[in-house]
C-alpha cells in the first residue's frame, strides 16, 4: 500500500493529537499540520467560536499539497454546534475542497455508526458547561449517554493537563460497568496509554477522539474501511464489527 498524505488541523496548545495520531497512523500515512490560530488572553467561548469559523480559510494553509483527507483534530469547538450542522459544514468543506473533510466530531460519529454502537459513557475532560454541550450533542446524534465521567486535571477543567494515570483512576472511581462503551472526548487527551489499564479483566470498549480521526482519516484516505489494531472491542461484538473494520 503507498503511503497516503492526511491534513490535520490542531488547537495551538493540544499536546496529544499529533504524538498518538503519529502512532496510529504508523507507516500507512504521511500526516502535515497546521495550528488553529492562538487566540491568547480571549474567553473560552470565543476562542472555541474563533476555532471554528478559522477552519475555512487553514484549509488553504496547504496551498498546492495534495491530500488523501482533512480532519479538524479538535472536538470541543464542535460542541457549540448541533450534530447536523457539524455535518452539513464537513460535507461543504469536502465539496468546496474536493478532499474528504470531518471534523474530530463527525469522524467520532462515523465510527460509533459503523461499530453500531448506540449507548456511551462519556468521559469529558471540559469545564461544565462544554460537557453539558457534548452531552446533549451525542443524545441529539442519536446515542443514549447512559453516564457522564466528568474528568478534571491538576490545574481545573483543562484536556491538556491531564496524565494517564489521572484519567484511568477518574474513571475507575466513577464505577463505570465493566461492558461500557467508554467514549473519551478530546483529542488532547493522553488516551492510548490508558486502553489497556481501563479494559484489563473486564469487557468495556473505549473509543477515544484520536482513535476515531485516525480510523476516520485512513478510511478515506484509502477508500475503504481500515482496521485499527489497538482499539479494545467487547466480545459479542467481534463476531459483527470493530472500529477500523470487519474481522
Given at each position: 500500500?503507498?503511503?497516503?498524505?492526511?491534513?490535520?488541523?490542531?488547537?495551538?496548545?493540544?499536546?496529544?493529537?499529533?504524538?498518538?495520531?503519529?502512532?496510529?497512523?504508523?507507516?500507512?500515512?504521511d500526516?502535515?499540520?497546521?495550528?488553529?490560530?492562538?487566540r491568547?488572553?480571549?474567553?473560552?467561548?470565543?476562542?472555541?467560536?474563533?476555532?471554528?469559523?478559522?477552519?475555512?480559510?487553514?484549509l488553504?494553509?496547504?496551498?498546492?499539497?495534495r491530500?488523501?483527507?482533512?480532519?479538524?483534530?479538535?472536538?470541543?469547538p464542535?460542541?457549540?454546534?448541533?450534530?447536523?450542522?457539524?455535518?452539513?459544514?464537513?460535507?461543504?468543506?469536502?465539496a468546496?475542497?474536493?478532499?474528504?473533510f470531518?471534523?474530530?466530531?463527525?469522524?467520532?460519529?462515523?465510527?460509533?455508526?459503523?461499530v453500531?454502537?448506540?449507548d456511551?459513557?462519556?468521559v469529558?475532560?471540559?469545564?461544565?458547561?462544554?460537557?453539558?454541550?457534548a452531552?446533549r450533542?451525542?443524545?441529539?446524534?442519536?446515542?443514549?449517554?447512559?453516564?457522564?465521567?466528568?474528568?478534571?486535571?491538576?490545574?481545573?477543567?483543562?484536556?491538556?493537563?491531564?496524565?494517564?494515570a489521572?484519567?484511568?483512576s477518574?474513571?475507575?472511581?466513577?464505577?463505570?460497568?465493566?461492558?461500557?462503551?467508554?467514549?473519551?472526548?478530546?483529542?488532547g487527551?493522553?488516551?492510548?496509554?490508558?486502553?489497556?489499564?481501563?479494559?484489563?479483566?473486564?469487557?468495556?470498549?473505549?473509543?477515544?477522539?484520536?482513535?476515531?480521526?485516525?480510523?476516520?482519516?485512513l478510511s478515506?484516505?484509502?477508500?475503504?474501511?481500515?482496521?485499527l489494531?489497538?482499539?479494545?472491542?467487547?466480545?459479542?461484538?467481534?463476531?459483527?464489527?470493530?472500529?477500523?473494520?470487519?474481522?
Amino acid at each position: 500500500m503507498s503511503r497516503r498524505r492526511i491534513g490535520v488541523l490542531v488547537a495551538p496548545a493540544n499536546p496529544s493529537a499529533e504524538p498518538e495520531l503519529t502512532r496510529l497512523l504508523g507507516s500507512r500515512a504521511d500526516m502535515h499540520v497546521a495550528r488553529l490560530p492562538a487566540r491568547p488572553g480571549r474567553s473560552l467561548i470565543d476562542r472555541l467560536e474563533s476555532y471554528n469559523s478559522a477552519v475555512p480559510a487553514m484549509l488553504g494553509a496547504f496551498d498546492g499539497l495534495r491530500l488523501d483527507a482533512l480532519v479538524m483534530a479538535c472536538s470541543e469547538p464542535r460542541y457549540l454546534l448541533g450534530p447536523d450542522e457539524d455535518r452539513e459544514q464537513c460535507a461543504e468543506l469536502t465539496a468546496a475542497t474536493g478532499v474528504p473533510f470531518a471534523s474530530a466530531t463527525q469522524a467520532t460519529r462515523e465510527a460509533l455508526e459503523h461499530v453500531m454502537v448506540t449507548d456511551i459513557v462519556l468521559v469529558s475532560p471540559y469545564q461544565p458547561w462544554v460537557t453539558d454541550l457534548a452531552e446533549r450533542f451525542w443524545k441529539t446524534a442519536g446515542l443514549n449517554v447512559t453516564q457522564v465521567v466528568q474528568v478534571r486535571a491538576p490545574d481545573g477543567y483543562s484536556p491538556y493537563g491531564h496524565t494517564p494515570a489521572s484519567l484511568v483512576s477518574q474513571v475507575e472511581l466513577a464505577e463505570v460497568p465493566g461492558d461500557a462503551v467508554l467514549l473519551f472526548t478530546g483529542t488532547g487527551l493522553p488516551t492510548l496509554p490508558v486502553l489497556r489499564p481501563l479494559t484489563s479483566g473486564n469487557d468495556r470498549t473505549l473509543l477515544t477522539s484520536n482513535l476515531c480521526v485516525a480510523w476516520w482519516a485512513l478510511s478515506k484516505a484509502v477508500g475503504r474501511h481500515v482496521t485499527l489494531s489497538r482499539v479494545p472491542y467487547r466480545r459479542h461484538m467481534a463476531a459483527a464489527a470493530r472500529v477500523g473494520g470487519r474481522p
